[in-house]
Every structure is written in structure tokens, then in C-alpha cells.
């Protein structure tokens, strides 16, 4: 099973600063499947990013993904008021899907 | 619109089981399969398995193969999620969520969450 490793676990930043989020998976992972979900408290996971760069539906460019093989980011180009969350990133691979174990974005 | 909408919140007894619904709308049942993903405290994602809405076949995580069946119901648009031999650590929210159809695998709008407790 791959596994997929966060950093940072926390992230204390300003809003309208640049946030920059670690995913690193144990073995190499197809761009195709890396995807990236924000969640808010008591809320569903919503998705971000998939095929490791490309931005869903309604999602504002000031989210962007990138990476290949083993190590991806999530980057927030300047921080809202609404983008402090958790953020998870997911891989499918072998007939299974795994995420990590979130980064939380909170306001310093 | 599609819409995901679950079955609310369960308390079981360990050595229980518990079933939830995940009804959807806004989009071809049949044509997009769904999968059902937990979220123990925090702890993270957990995909346990999923069904092919058009032909009821169903995939399970092998952490949970053998506790855990999922079944569809195309008459009413909805799927299910049963876990039985419930003990505490299968305390959690549980969410299905529906796989985009185009093979990049990843799951494009989610249930609200189920919460399952499990206590005696």
C-alpha cells in the first residue's frame, strides 16, 4: 500500500500570505491520480486539484498543484479568509485509494 | 446539481450493525460508481470499498473485507454501506462519495457524513 506523508501538520500563516503544502508518497505515484480535497470543520471533503495540477470545477486560481513521482504540492498563492482548513491529498494506485494525513492551514 | 444526500447519525453496541444510505440525485445513477470513505477521529481518509451502480458488483479495502457490504438500490437512486461486528474503533464519520467517470480516480462530490458511534 502507498502510503502518503503531510508536512507540515500545521501551517500558521496571514491571510493574504503564500501557503505551501507537502505530499510525499512511499513509492512513486502517477500524476494522473494525485488529487487534493480542502475540508472545513464539520464539513465533506470538497475537491481542489486533480490529476496533480489541474483545478476542479469552480476552484479559484490561487490554488495550484504540482509534482510528479513521489513528491506533490498544493500552493495557495495568497491566503483568503476561507481557505484556512485542513487540506488531504489522495492517490489511487493497485485498486486502491489512500490519503494523507492532512495538512491544517490555520491563521497565525 | 448532484447531490449526495446520507442517512443520519447511528449509535450501535459493539458486536452490532449499522446501515447507511447515501441517496443520490443530479446525475445518472447508474453511470458513475460510488464509494464509501471513513474518518475515525483524528485520524485520516479511509477508503473502504466500492460498487458498480450499474451491475452491483462491489470492491472492498481488505481491512475490511468480510465486516463490510455495499449494496445499490437503482429504483430509489441510492446506496448503502453495511458494517457489522461493530467494536469502538469504528467510531466515525462515514462518507460516500462519487468517483468522476473519466479514470483519473478521484471522487468529485461527497455525502455530508454519517456519524457512528460506537459504544456500550
Known amino acids: 500500500e502507498i502510503v502518503l506523508t503531510q508536512s507540515p501538520g500545521t501551517l500558521s500563516l496571514s491571510p493574504g500570505e503564500r501557503a505551501t503544502l507537502s505530499c510525499r508518497a512511499s513509492?512513486?505515484?502517477?500524476?494522473?491520480?494525485l488529487a487534493w480535497y480542502q475540508q472545513k470543520p464539520g464539513q465533506a471533503p470538497r475537491l481542489l486539484i486533480y490529476?496533480?495540477?489541474s483545478r476542479a470545477t469552480g476552484i479559484p486560481d490561487r490554488f495550484s498543484g504540482s509534482g510528479s513521482g513521489a513528491d506533490f504540492t498544493l500552493t495557495i498563492s495568497r491566503l483568503e479568509p476561507e481557505d484556512f482548513a485542513v487540506y488531504y491529498c489522495q492517490q489511487y494506485g493497485s485498486s486502491r485509494w489512500t490519503f494523507g494525513q492532512g495538512t491544517k492551514v490555520e491563521i497565525k | 446539481q448532484v447531490h449526495l444526500v446520507q442517512s443520519g447519525a447511528e449509535v450501535k453496541k459493539p458486536g452490532a450493525s449499522v446501515k447507511v444510505s447515501c441517496r443520490a440525485s443530479g446525475y445518472t445513477f447508474t453511470d458513475y460508481t460510488m464509494h464509501w470513505v471513513r474518518q475515525a477521529p483524528g485520524q485520516r481518509l479511509e477508503w473502504m470499498g466500492w460498487?458498480?451502480?450499474?451491475?452491483?458488483?462491489?470492491t472492498y479495502s481488505q481491512k475490511f473485507q468480510g465486516r463490510v457490504t455495499i449494496t445499490r438500490d437503482t429504483s430509489a437512486n441510492t446506496v448503502y454501506m453495511e458494517l457489522s461486528s461493530l467494536r469502538s474503533e469504528d467510531t466515525a464519520v462515514y462518507y460516500c462519495?462519487?468517483?468522476?467517470?473519466?479514470?483519473?480516480?478521484?471522487?468529485?462530490?461527497w455525502g455530508q457524513g454519517t456519524l457512528v458511534t460506537v459504544s456500550s
Open positions: 513509492q512513486s505515484v502517477s500524476s494522473d491520480y
Open positions: 460498487i458498480n451502480t450499474n451491475n452491483g458488483d462491489s
Open positions: 490529476r496533480a495540477s
Open positions: 462519495a462519487k468517483k468522476e467517470g473519466s479514470g483519473w480516480n478521484y471522487f468529485d462530490y
